[in-house]
């Protein structure tokens, strides 16, 4: 996940000022280092890529080519929080020789065999300062002269960014990006540099139609659909066409003035007036198989420049179908197991949530902390519950922060279900309330993605895989203070624990 606070320069004199200054925020600032970019965005002629809400870059520095997938979007006034994954080449090669990993795969499967080619280049002057206080890399501070060229005309603007270091945290990004507004005057840049070449790059291209060539591809996957969704996606293609209000709504099963009312919200919101779900849901269908990769002789000796870089978040290994609880464990142990079990999946399935694409990620991952508190009643008086009491607290916590999300996908899935009995001419009825909903959900899923990222996060992650690493966990004694045996295994105390809470509901 990348952190960074993006900010517009107005002119080259506050580019040479930022260049010269010793301090920024209170932060140490290192001598310049100068760096000459060539950046190739790269999709398909279709533009698969971008409709699946990517950028594929492609840079040159010196000997080494640089290929980055980056998400789109993320941004929270100046700060942007993408999902990015890179992969070195020794040359120029199509992605199914590029070595195996995250970004290899995640191509092919968006792409499948389309061919990728060249869609706007840019080249920029970057100076790189880095951000300390005392030993601790805080951020990596990037002034960068920007040059566009598409046909005949050109574009130079300026652009600060500041990356946060691994050893940085989210309130020195906080504090800098204050700095900037506050002190120096600067402007918040909401869009990545892929955005605004995009912007620039269709700006020169002719275009009298309504939908953008990324929205044309996501909405004639839409209209599919054979709902509300797919109906509002086949009219507004139709006005795309030229189509008058009327035709449009003729040809997708809408009044006139429904189809008035949606183009007057999309000219306000583009895709928006679509749910995530909705827009998910259309992205291009993955290849049924990627292509094979290159057979182990065909490959050249593996070099320092072939080496998948490492990401900060590593997806974790698919975890194990069963917790492996045997009779004669200890209550301590099978707690620990248990724990182990629904933790991993828990981690299994943040990458997904962190993404969004799939309702069911969050789902999965809401489910995995529910259970692990479950099993904290369940095994309860059998461990130190003063040892467990930080995890128990983070474990709540962040169920309380997934859950805020998910019960608002459970009020539109039932709500869903219940439009989807009436006439079509009724089931645009509750748009408001949809909007209203889509708003409390996207407020919803940015708190959630802050405390994702947030150090008390971490720290509750760390704290707990430690905890499951030892093999007597949270462990009581096996006696009592006047030294008599206490059950403690499995097949001790499962059987009348079961029997007792059978008495109880049947009581």
Known sequence: MEIEAKFT???????????????????????????????????????LILAAGYACRRREQGDEILITLKGLGGAEGAVHRREELEVALPSDQPPTKWPAGPV???????????????????????????????????????????HLAVDEREQTYFELEAELAPQGAEDDLATIAACLQDEWGLEP?????????????????????????????????????????????????????????????????????????????FRKRRLDIFPDRVLAAAQPAPSPEPAPPPEPEELPPPSEAQIVRPTPKKPPKKPPKKPGLEANDAMAEAARKTF???????????????????????????????????????????????????????????????GAVRDLDVFWEKTQHYLDTLPPAQQDGLAPLRQVWEAEREQARARMLVYLDSDRYAQFKEQFGEFLKMSDAG?????????????????????????QRLAAVQA
Request: no cysteine.
């Open 189 to 265: 840049e909401p869009r990545s540099k892929f955005e605004r070449a995009l912007a620039f790059l269709e700006q020169t291209a002719p275009s009298d139609g309504l939908l953008k060539p990324q929205e044309q591809v996501v909405l004639r996957q839409t209209a599919t659909r054979d709902d509300m969704y797919g109906r509002r996606a086949r009219a507004l293609l139709a006005l795309d066409e030229g189509a008058t209000q009327a035709q449009a709504g003729a040809s997708a099963g809408l009044s006139a003035r429904t189809v008035r009312y949606w183009l007057a919200r």
């Open 340 to 402: 182990y079990f629904h933790f991993q999946r828990m981690l299994y399935h943040e990458p997904g949530t962190r993404l969004g694409a799939d309702i069911e990620e969050l789902h999965d991952m809401r489910v995995a902390t529910r259970r692990m508190r479950a099993a904290f009643r369940v095994f309860g008086d059998h461990l130190d519950t003063e040892q467990l009491k930080p995890v128990l607290k983070g474990l709540r916590r962040t169920g309380r922060v997934l």
């Open 9 to 47: 320069l107005l002119d080259a004199e506050t580019l040479r000022r930022l260049q010269a200054i010793d301090h920024l925020a209170g932060f140490a600032l290192s001598t310049g280092q100068v760096k000459q970019m060539r950046d190739t965005y790269l999709d398909t002629a279709g533009r």
């Open 104 to 146: 290899r795969d995640r191509v092919l499967q968006l792409i499948g065999e389309a061919p990728l080619a060249p869609l706007i280049d840019l080249q920029q002057i970057r100076v790189v300062r880095l951000m300390s206080q005392g030993e601790r890399l805080v951020a990596e501070l990037s002034l960068d002269e920007v």
């Open 475 to 499: 462990a009581l004694p096996v006696f009592s203070e006047k030294g008599e045996p206490l059950p403690y295994r499995l097949r001790h105390v499962v059987p009348v624990a079961v029997h």
